[in-house]
Nanobody, 127 residues
């Protein structure tokens, strides 16, 4: 079992920045590919960014490419999402997810491929 706890959400003005964190516990963090997803009210959950277990591979949704950076620190059992130039359409609950991939250095963009999820952190972009 892996426990994931997100933090760093909040209210920010358009054009502003936020840094989300996800703290993991329970298993060897470096065996897990990690991802960030989001869900806005009335919409389906969507992929935001993903990173391989060793940090060597990343993927981004087109909607955030160039504005967001995913990173991880395996020594701290944490994954991060730096979001810049935020837009109102970025408003959503952001979820951290983990997929057990001890032998594959790949990043995954499909939510169904993830094994564990956090409870989410709210990001609101509004003036």
């Amino acid at each position: 079992q892996v426990q994931l706890v997100e933090s760093g959400g909040g209210l920010v003005q358009p054009g502003g920045s936020l840094s989300l964190s996800c703290a993991a516990s329970g298993r060897t963090f470096s065996n897990y590919g990690m991802g960030w997803f989001r869900q806005a009210p009335g919409k389906e959950r969507e992929f935001v960014a993903a990173i391989s277990r060793d940090g060597g591979s990343t993927n981004y949704a087109d909607s955030v490419k160039g504005r967001c950076t995913i990173s991880r620190d395996n020594a701290k059992n944490a994954v991060y999402l730096q979001m810049n130039s935020l837009k109102p359409e970025d408003t959503a609950v952001y979820y951290c997810a983990a997929r057990f991939t001890p032998t594959t250095a790949a990043s995954f963009t499909t939510g169904a491929r993830y094994d564990y999820w956090g409870q989410g952190t709210q990001v609101t972009v509004s003036s």
